[in-house]
């Protein structure tokens, strides 16, 4: 069996890589761009949902929006049905450097794409979403505690 998720790691990180360095200069790093394009698309998103949607644990979102909030990049708003809940907002900041995120994202899939005909790239896009739904059944049933059996 071929290793395509070792491949698919290895993209991303080259591509975590890349962005990282090319943000830097703007003080996101280690992901963050990742949050604030989502908040940025989903403005009153909570972190619960937000973690959900970047797949990653609650503690690492709890981290990287504060890291944003605390670099001015959203602000938290108390959701009025609900106290419990901090309701998450790009500020102008964070609107800024929005599109500068997204040429960037767009640059990115060009160049990883370059010299595939249009219908090869909507074939792998498939194929990739059906291995996020496969792997997401998993990361559902660990994130509830569980352990897999191998």
Not at 70 to 77: H, L, Q, R, T, V
Request: proline content about 2%; aromatic content about 8%.
């Amino acid at each position: 069996m071929k290793e395509i998720l070792r491949e698919i790691g290895m993209i991303a990180r080259a591509l975590d890589s890349i962005s990282n360095i090319e943000f830097k200069e703007f003080d996101l790093t280690k992901g963050q761009y990742s949050y604030l394009v989502r908040i940025c698309e989903n403005p009153g998103i909570i972190q619960e949902k937000l973690a959900e949607m970047i797949k990653v644990d609650r503690t690492s979102a709890a981290r990287a929006i504060k890291k944003l909030e605390m670099n001015g990049f959203i602000e938290k708003k108390e959701d009025n049905h609900n106290k419990k809940n901090k309701k998450l907002f790009p500020t102008e900041k964070g609107k800024t450097v929005y599109p500068l995120i997204i040429r960037e994202n767009e640059h990115s899939n060009s160049v990883a794409l370059a010299d595939f005909s249009e219908r090869e790239t909507e074939s792998l896009f498939n194929l990739l979403q059906r291995v996020r739904k496969n792997i997401e059944k998993d990361w559902e049933f660990v994130k509830k505690g569980n352990k897999r059996t191998y």
